[in-house]
DNA sequence: CTCTGAAACTATAGTCATTATGGATTCATA
DNA sequence: TATGAATCCATAATGACTATAGTTTCAGAG
């Protein structure tokens, strides 16, 4: 990685840790983007050139990952574990699921979940995965991507941590939704 | 109902009715609150106090009545009817589900599938009915509104007309969603 | 009918996110 | 080393939204 991606990295990175930073002690609707370029040493144009979705965008890195990452949970999971065992077993070790997190990360968690524009943008994040996600489904189920039930699973996968998350006890919360989805979702439909 | 509330559901209709020409001559994007309250007669603050949700709001009501409106359709049902074929006819009739509309409401949705903010907003509106419609279906079902399975079912319904909208054949997308459910949601749940 | 308080309206000025412009600097690479 | 692209900057603009303070209009009490 040259010169030149480096800086850019840092940069980034600069603003992420900047606006998280401010956000935590002042409140995200406390801070203007003019302070978080100034924490961050850069002029306003370069932290929108930086974050073009705006300034919840900032303490976000793409999302790409995750999709990557439930695709593979699917894709990957043990010989004989149908696909949304796979996926109840990938979700319940992230998210809301688990309280093993490094307080910093808990921290940036509460931030989110306590603060409309974030909580959005965080789902818009994760709801773009419904794409990659329905594509590792169809595959593992020898059906079609464009089949409705595939997609709809995939949407109705991902909403679980949002829906899961405010309960008193969200991973049993997760289970019962799981339950409800493989009712529906027979191993059946996963021979090819 | 006295003048002052005539007044008042005026002067909302009238800015109801300025931004939607407005928008669906020059698009939501080419359209400043500015001109919608010129057109409509008002100052830019009372446009806000009529609005407090802001520009994508002008052209919707409160979404109360729908919430009213589906929690009906569910407790209203005929005797021996499942709660989920009641929400399955029920949708069946509105929204992205049949053409028979008139060419006004044609237009307005239209309006609102083409453009990102409005889409987003009415969808805010939407799933705000989740809490009535579990309340609805709990109530028929012989389980607690806190129960996360029919909060989840609740919240599964109203994906449905984002989901199965953008398919070729929406009502068919819709039946294979609705499907999938009942499976999941057997009639046995519904003994009180 | 008149008085009074609240609600609705107005103009004005401000804050803030976001975009546009045009120029300066830095880096990759041919 | 020269060139072109990427990055950065200062500046100014646009447009949504809020705050303030004052005016008009209506509903209800007396």
Redesign the interface.
């Known amino acids: 990685m040259g010169r030149r991606e480096r800086k850019k990295a840092q940069t980034r990175r600069a603003l992420s840790d900047a606006a998280l930073r401010l956000f935590a002690e002042h409140g995200y609707d406390g801070v203007t983007v003019a302070q978080i370029a100034d924490e961050a040493d850069v002029s306003i144009a370069t932290l929108f050139a930086h974050v073009p979705d705006g300034k919840e965008a900032l303490i976000f890195d793409d999302g790409a990952e995750r999709h990557v990452w439930l695709a593979a949970a699917v894709r990957d999971r043990p010989a004989g574990q149908s696909v949304l065992e796979a996926l109840r077993r990938c979700l319940a070790g992230r998210g809301p699921f688990t309280d093993d997190l490094p307080p910093e990360l808990r921290a940036k968690r509460d931030l989110i979940v306590g603060t409309p524009a974030l909580r959005e943008y965080s789902r818009k994040l994760w709801i773009a995965g419904e794409g990659p996600l329905a594509e590792a489904i169809a595959a593992e189920s020898g059906r079609e991507p464009s089949d409705?039930?595939v997609?709809?699973?995939a949407?109705?996968v991902l909403?679980i941590p949002e829906?899961?998350g405010v309960?008193a006890d969200p991973l049993?919360?997760m289970n019962?939704?799981f339950?409800?989805?493989?009712?529906?979702?027979?191993q059946s439909h996963e021979e090819a």
Chains 1, 2 share one sequence.
């Open positions: 409705m039930t997609r709809a699973l949407r109705y909403e829906l899961a309960e049993a919360a019962a939704i339950d409800l989805l493989e009712a529906g979702w027979p």
